[in-house]
């Protein structure tokens, strides 16, 4: 059984910075990608970023300069590096994978911006 299971999240003002991780636990034998999506209340899930097995990285326009999504594989973690922060980032955070080819999430952590 395959967990992801994420850690960083909170609150903070405007204009600040967290730093959410990912990390993937149990048996396996390889991650290819590993992402991040949020999800705001009454809105639907979506895309922030997404990174490769071999670094390769793609943002949504929203996270575009101020997100970075970096990996450790060595530790199965995936981060999120996020700047600047505006209260429209607040929603909840999961972190996605494919692990032996079968697509997993987090539980999600909560992040919320106060103006």
């Known amino acids: 059984q395959v967990q992801l299971v994420e850690s960083g999240g909170g609150l903070v003002q405007a204009g600040g910075s967290l730093r959410l991780s990912c990390a993937a636990s149990g048996s396996f034998s390889s991650i290819l990608a590993m992402g991040w999506y949020r999800q705001a209340p009454g809105k639907e899930r979506e895309l922030v970023a997404v990174i490769s097995s071999g670094g390769s990285t793609d943002y949504a326009s929203f996270a575009k300069g101020r997100f970075t999504i970096s990996r450790d594989n060595a530790k199965n973690t995936v981060y999120l590096q996020m700047n600047r922060l505006k209260p429209e980032d607040t929603a909840m955070y999961y972190c996605?994978?494919?692990?032996?080819?079968?697509?997993?999430w987090g539980q999600g952590i909560q992040v919320t911006v106060s103006s």
């Open positions: 996605a994978a494919t692990v032996d080819g079968v697509g997993y």
